[in-house]
């Protein structure tokens, strides 16, 4: 891999990373409600999730998705109904201090993070665009790994930023209602988020 390609590579991954989106917006709002050490695991799912989607997508399941629109279909119809459901315990979320028997009361695990990903049809455009564009037919393998690894170091400190923001809104969200808004808002901005991929033709 070269150097100039490197280069391209962490901007791609950065513009990605730090860009909106449907784990930007959770991280955001994980960092509201329960800090940042308890949004760790959710920091980490997204990332391994994803790049875990990067290296089977680059090995040839993302040659199956094309090929079987029927997949990528049923993939978007999953997306959609996950995405709903996690709008709906974001909207319903009402305090900064509910016990974990409440709704919103406990962050997302490392386990969703990652489900999440695997569902995330924005997620596997981009998991095809980096194994088509960043990696190297003579030495495949190799530049795959590599290829992730790069995206990985980016990756992680970036979206971090996200849950650290949330952090820092702690004390201004944390009286009266404030928080109420803000959650129906991230919700609403969680779904919207992903409209425009679940509205595309196949």
């Known amino acids: 891999m070269s150097v100039e390609t490197i280069l391209a590579l962490i901007g ?24 940042y050490r308890r949004s760790l695991p959710l920091v980490l799912g997204i990332n391994i999730g994803f790049l875990s989607m990067v290296f089977f997508v680059g090995l040839g399941l993302g040659k199956i998705l ?9 993939l978007k119809f999953a997306s959609a109904a996950y995405i709903l459901w996690l709008a709906w315990k974001i909207s319903t979320s009402r305090s900064l201090s509910q016990t974990d ?9 490392f386990l969703q993070a990652a489900f999440l990903q695997l569902l995330n049809p924005k ?19 190799f530049s795959l790994l590599l290829m992730i ?21 702690r004390h201004l969200l944390g009286n009266g ?25 196949i």
């Open 177 to 201: 209602k404030r928080i109420a808004v803000f959650n129906i808002a991230m919700a609403l901005l969680l779904v919207a988020s992903m409209l425009p991929v679940l509205l595309q033709p």
């Open 123 to 141: 997620a596997w455009a981009v998991a095809l665009i980096l194994s088509v564009s960043y990696t190297n037919p003579e030495q495949y393998l």
């Open 66 to 74: 094309q090929e079987v629109p029927l997949l990528y279909t049923i």
């Open 101 to 109: 028997n409440e709704q919103m009361g406990k962050p997302l695990s």
């Open 149 to 169: 690894g790069i995206f990985a170091l980016i990756n992680l400190p970036t979206i971090s930023v996200w849950a650290l923001s949330g952090v820092a809104l």
């Open 12 to 35: 791609f991954a950065f513009v990605m990373s730090i860009s909106p989106g449907p784990g930007n917006f959770l991280l955001l709002t994980s960092g509201v409600n329960f800090g």
